[in-house]
């Protein structure tokens, strides 16, 4: 057995080595980051005044919280398409119910803290509707949320007669709008939201099981993890957490419109940023600290590409390539495993 | 005969001086080996010893850090040209290799169909008709007995292993590695694939066999080399060898060979109480239908299950790991009936569960070695609010690392990164973790190496011993049941015979998992 000692010895340098290569891979993205702050200093000089920074926190806080969801869901080896139809049809929902008729509202006048709760509601119901499709129907996930997207903007459209909504109330706004000192609360609820999911990931049974559950189903099923529950769990987090988003958004345009979610069409940059941040779409890989990295990062390049007053015509083909050019740098950095 | 004896004098493939490293892991030190034209050389080693890694850069998958591979005398082709490659050499993996939803005719040509004629063919048009008899060509001329136009995945393992051998003679190679082929094979499709490499060999091919089963190697191999530790430490005519030479070069001199056969102390007395009783059990399960089965297992009995692939065994154990549902009948622990299918419930009722499968059920390859090793009592060691903290995770797995010897650098290394036994292993560790009062074991000790083997059979009839569980151990590796007081065996879903009386003879279980002596209720031997 002596050898094995010796092996042992050695394996035991070498893991010191293996868990700093570990931490450059996932923080694979923050030189990438750095420089983006950097070339944004360059192009505008009003990009690292602190109320800028701010606006961009806001901007991607309803982003994060969503991204936030799909992370999740990918993680069990899942993917939701639905999430930014539950991104429009949560807020909207809540609000016909809560706005007066002269604002397009139902004329049932709800408080607005109803109105909020309603909103989880919708997007706890949604998440149950999918997983149980997918997870006790034994549907393909994809074709079940992407049939989920266009019913839900459908409905979205619909209970209003395509109108938009104004007039929130303050309560129902608070979210998305109102700031603490110079710091928006939205971008603090979304940074809670990020650690708590990470910790969530790292520390708890669940957030293992989450990681077994994507890795392998099978292995974790016969290691008796609830491997059912919990996927149908997820789902219904990551729809809490896109009607969360979207309530988000509403506060921050003061409105409810019926492009909110799919009419943007959000679930592109809800993949790019989990995607570029290393949550892998073959599940069981990625975790916090990237996803919000992969967020930050799309935030940083829409504001310096409004920053630089490039043209409305080229913003998306340029936004499309730099998303990309994340990815490949992502794989470069992060490895095999990253980025796929 | 296709090809007809070439010369000895060159060999089919020499390496020499081949290293390999992976990391710090010195995978390959200087190894040389030849295979001649006419010959088959059986490669044994531990798990871990490098015989995958010599596999992988004699296929041209690695390329070595240093030492030469050459085919026939001329220096192997460049890593990328894998057409190239082929043609020199050819690789049958224990999983196997062909498209499911492909015909055979087409597996045999994957990747160099034959083109039609003229313009059509330049165009990339393949010419079914010629692909297709030349696949009938090759299979009558070997006397396979395969239809070229089935789709592969409707074929038996087998079969499915004679067109990965077809595809290579088809592209002209003669060289063969063969890698652990018997592992998913029934005995008379042993005996048949053993007929084909002889046949293969006699025509001039030359063949590499790797094996965990030393029978085997002894059986067709006229050479054997042993690997160990990344080095080649024996290469010798298998008339030449014992068995006892072979394992001790195998194992090295750590473990005296006299201990490797060590099985655990006389079987206990009398079965205790009834912990696990399956009654009367139907499934129709793709593994092995079941026509209703009953079995018992006592506290601090072990019991085997025994029979051909397609019997039940794995069925009908996973009835009693509650990982299968059932059609009819009900499987009781301690008397209170399990919910079939429900794997979880029946972990916490007390149900240790090692699957057949490790790479499909037996581990989370991303995931470190003490978090699978402790997956099954994460609900034990989660602390306030369901918080599992990594120090309590290793430190819960660090006895079972400990007791299985599972050799990983650290306790977060991926269990994907280790070696096949250290899977198993570590799939066991993940079973006995939580102290089970049953055991339910499927095939626990394929694609291990002789002295884990041991360690394994060990670890299981102990916790029988110590510990009072029963142990109910599916397998179709009969040596493995030496450990148990009683072995059922299966034909096609029903019980066919017990052996009540240890030691079972060989002869006698063959006999009976194909079915040959009807009731056989004391074995002779």
């Known amino acids: 057995m002596t050898d094995r000692v010796a092996v042992e010895a050695i394996l035991q340098g070498r893991s010191r080595s293996a868990a700093a290569i570990s931490l450059v891979r996932e923080a694979a993205l923050l030189p990438v980051l750095a420089v983006l702050l950097i070339a944004g200093a360059f192009v505008n000089s009003s990009f690292l005044t602190v109320s800028n920074i701010s606006g961009i926190g806001q901007q991607i806080s309803a982003l994060g919280v969503t991204v936030v969801g799909e992370s999740l869901i990918l993680l069990i080896g899942g993917m939701d398409l639905s999430l930014e139809s539950t991104y429009g049809l949560a807020p909207m929902v809540a609000a016909w119910l809560i706005v007066p008729v002269s604002a397009f509202g139902s ?234 | 005969m296709p090809g007809g004896i070439e010369s000895a004098a060159v060999p089919a493939v020499q390496a020499t001086g081949i290293h390999k490293q992976f990391g710090s892991t010195q995978a390959l030190r200087g190894v040389d080996i030849t295979l001649w034209p006419g010959r088959c050389l059986g490669l044994v080693g531990r798990n871990g010893a490098g015989k995958s890694t010599l596999v992988s850069i004699l296929s041209g998958i690695y390329a070595a850090d240093a030492g030469l591979v050459r085919f026939d005398g001329n220096p192997a082709p460049p890593l990328g040209a894998v057409g190239a490659w082929r043609s020199r050499i050819a690789t049958v993996f224990q999983h196997s290799m062909v498209v499911p939803g492909l015909t055979v005719a087409e597996n045999v040509f994957l990747g160099r169909q034959p083109r039609c004629s003229g313009l059509a063919g330049r165009a990339g048009l393949i010419d079914w008709r010629r692909m297709r008899a030349e696949t009938r060509a090759i299979m009558a001329e070997w006397g396979y007995q395969v239809d070229a136009a089935t789709l592969c995945g409707q074929l038996t393992v087998e079969q499915r292993q004679i067109v990965e051998i077809v595809r290579a003679l088809a592209a002209g190679t003669r060289c063969l590695l063969l890698d652990e082929p018997t592992a998913a094979l029934e005995r008379g499709a042993i005996r048949r694939l053993f007929e084909r490499v002889r046949q ?32 080649l430490v024996l290469t010798a005519p298998a008339a030449d060898l014992s068995r006892e030479q072979l394992v001790t070069a195998m194992v090295g001199s750590q473990v005296a060979a006299g201990s490797l056969g060590r099985v655990p102390s006389a079987p206990r007395a009398g079965p205790g109480a009834p912990l696990l009783a399956i009654e009367d059990v139907r499934s129709d399960s793709v593994r092995g239908p079941l026509r209703g089965v009953s079995l018992r297992v006592g506290a601090g009995e072990r019991v085997g299950v025994t029979g051909l692939l397609s019997a039940g065994v794995a069925t009908l154990a996973r009835v009693a790991a509650g990982a299968e549902p059932l059609s009819a009948g009900r499987v009781l622990l301690d008397g209170r009936p399990l919910v079939p299918g429900r794997r979880d ?58 007791r299985l010897s599972i050799v990983a650098s650290r306790p977060a290394q991926p269990v994907g990164e280790l070696s096949g036994g250290n899977q198993q292993k570590v799939t066991a560790a993940r079973a006995l973790a939580r102290g089970p009062r049953l055991i339910v074991a499927i095939t626990p000790t394929r694609g291990v190496d002789v002295a884990s083997k041991s360690l394994l059979l060990s670890e299981l009839a102990e916790a029988a011993e110590r510990d009072g569980a029963g142990l109910l151990l599916a397998t179709d590796e009969l040596d493995d049941l030496v450990i148990c007081d009683r072995v059922a065996v299966l034909v096609r879903g029903e019980a066919f015979a017990e052996f009540t009386e240890p030691p079972f003879g060989r002869e006698a279980l063959i006999a009976a998992t194909e079915g040959l002596i009807a009731g056989g209720r004391r074995e002779p031997s």
Not at chain 1, 128 to 143: D, Q, S, Y
Not at chain 1, 215 to 231: F, L, T
Not at chain 2, 204 to 215: C, D, K, N, P, T
């Open chain 2, 345 to 402: 419930l029946a972990l916490r009722r007390g149900v240790g569960y090692i699957p057949e499968d490790r790479q499909a059920e037996g581990f989370v390859a991303l995931l470190g070695v003490a978090e699978n090793t402790a997956m099954t009592i994460a609900d034990r060691l989660a602390r306030m609010l369901g918080l599992l903290w990594p120090r309590v995770v290793n430190a819960a797995a660090a006895p079972l690392i400990r």
């Open chain 1, 107 to 340: 004329g049932t006048d709800l408080s607005p803290y109803l109105g909020i709760v309603i909103l989880l509601a919708v997007g706890a119901a949604v998440g149950m509707v999918n997983g149980l499709l997918i997870v006790k129907g034994r549907l393909n996930g994809f074709i079940v949320t992407l049939g989920m997207t266009i019913v839900l903007a459908g409905l979205q459209n619909g209970v209003v007669k395509a109108q938009s909504l104004f007039n929130l109330p303050a309560a129902f706004s608070y979210l998305g709008s109102a700031y603490v000192g110079k710091l928006p609360v939205s971008l603090i609820v979304a940074a809670a939201i990020f650690l708590v999911a990470g910790l969530f990931l790292r520390y708890h049974r669940t957030g293992r099981a989450i990681y077994a559950v994507g890795g392998n189903p099978e292995a974790a099923r016969a290691a008796g993890i609830k491997v059912d529950r919990i996927k149908i769990g997820v789902y219904v987090a990551g729809g809490v957490l896109a009607a969360i988003g979207g309530l988000m958004e509403a506060g921050r345009v003061s409105a409810v419109t019926g492009s909110q979610g799919y009419g943007e069409g959000i679930i592109f940059p809800v993949f790019a940023a989990a995607v570029i941040g290393g949550v892998s779409l073959k599940g069981g890989r990625g975790n916090m600290v990237g996803a919000a990295s992969g967020v930050i990062l799309l935030g940083l390049v829409q504001n310096i590409l409004d920053l630089a007053n490039v043209s409305n015509y080229w913003i998306e083909a340029i936004n499309g390539a730099v998303i990309l050019f994340a990815l490949v740098l992502a794989r470069v950095i992060g490895g095999e495993a990253a980025a796929e």
């Open chain 2, 200 to 231: 293969l060999t006699a025509s001039g091919v030359a063949v590499l066999y790797i094996s965990h089963h030393l029978e085997e190697v002894f059986d067709i191999c006229q050479d054997v080399a042993v690997v160990r530790d990344g080095e």
